[in-house]
């Protein structure tokens, strides 16, 4: 008698874990089409009531990808990406830091690199079709197992997965961040030319051996206590550029979706300790807390009260030998 009932779990089992599937192959083609699609358009990046302006060229496969994005408003710059080497130039100083900082955001890759952990932290939602830059494209949301991390809702064009439109979310559901193409060519500019920066200050923001995933050697016993989600990507010992100080530990930590840098070193005296949380760019907010002995202050695209939280509740373990 309980046979048909038991088959039918099975089957609804079934089903799921297929749908869950699709949901991860899906996510890997709008990674893929993100990071690789050739094209040649214009896109607007509104954050923090700002309205900033850029030129997107791109073309190649995997290793070889050229890319060359350029400020059409504020302060000249431009980031250009050969294979994995990600380079920023400008005219002057001031221009070259305006470019580190809108480089943290480089739409339409905002997914990760491996979106195959994205489903323990966020659940994909098909919410509707939409039209973008003249062309149809389909909203997928990840929406946040965690009510209060950001969700992200991206408008992808159905023949090449490519992201159209991409929007952060707030836990109010406000809209803390958008990207958009106002025009778009699904085909990469040719000429070598087009990939040259023209502008002469430059700074290298990622080489081409640099890290992009989990590093299998890491301990997840070195910090505990992380909200749900999170895990330990990488540890490491660093310079801080500019400071010429003593190496801090730097912690790289992900819930599938987010990147967050912790930064752990000494703290200030007792009489110049303060926590506090701000706005970096966009997205990007910046926490300081304490713990003992110990200053920790992470970096991320994260709501600043949930990464504040993190850093109250992590704890540091002593790092294995």
Not at 6 to 28: K, S, Y
Not at 75 to 92: K, S
Not at 158 to 183: A, C
Not at 304 to 309: G, H, R, S, V
Request: overall charge positive; glycine content about 8%.
């Amino acid at each position: 008698m309980r046979v048909v009932p038991l088959i039918g779990v099975l089957m609804f089992g079934a089903a799921c874990a297929a749908h869950a599937e699709d949901d991860m192959q899906l996510l890997r083609k709008v990674g893929n089409a993100s990071r690789q699609q050739a094209l040649d358009g214009t896109y607007l990046h509104q954050m923090n009531g700002m309205l900033e302006t850029f030129r997107l060229v791109r073309q190649g496969q995997g290793d070889n990808v050229r890319e060359k994005r350029t400020s059409l408003d504020g302060p000249p710059r431009e980031v250009v990406r050969n294979g994995g080497e990600l380079t920023c130039y400008a005219q002057d100083k001031r221009a070259l830091m305006a470019c580190k900082i809108s480089a943290m955001r480089l739409f339409p890759a905002l997914l990760p690199d491996d979106v195959d952990d994205i489903a323990r932290s966020y659940v994909l939602k098909r919410t509707g079709t939409d039209r973008v830059a003249q062309r149809d494209c389909q909203w997928l949301d990840l929406q946040p197992r965690d009510p209060q991390r950001y969700t992200m809702r991206m408008c992808v064009e159905p023949t090449t997965y490519l992201p159209l439109k991409m929007i952060t979310l707030s836990p109010r559901g406000d809209s803390v961040e958008q990207f958009t193409f106002t025009e778009i060519e699904l085909a990469g500019v040719k000429d070598k030319r087009a990939y040259r920066a023209k502008l002469p200050q430059k700074f290298l923001l990622r080489s081409a051996k640099a890290p992009t995933g989990a590093d299998p050697s890491i301990s997840q016993n070195e910090i505990t206590g992380l909200p749900q989600g999170f895990r330990l990507l990488r540890s490491a010992e660093r310079v801080l550029p500019g400071t010429g100080a003593k190496p801090v530990r730097h912690l790289v930590l992900s819930d599938g979706l987010v990147m967050l840098s912790v930064f752990v070193e000494p703290p200030p005296p007792e009489n110049a300790r303060m926590e506090r949380v701000g706005n970096l760019h966009g997205a990007i907010n910046m926490a300081t807390s304490y713990q003992g002995d110990m200053q920790l202050t992470a970096v991320g695209d994260m709501p600043q009260t949930a990464m504040m939280a993190l850093l109250k509740g992590m704890h540091l373990n002593a790092k294995s030998e």
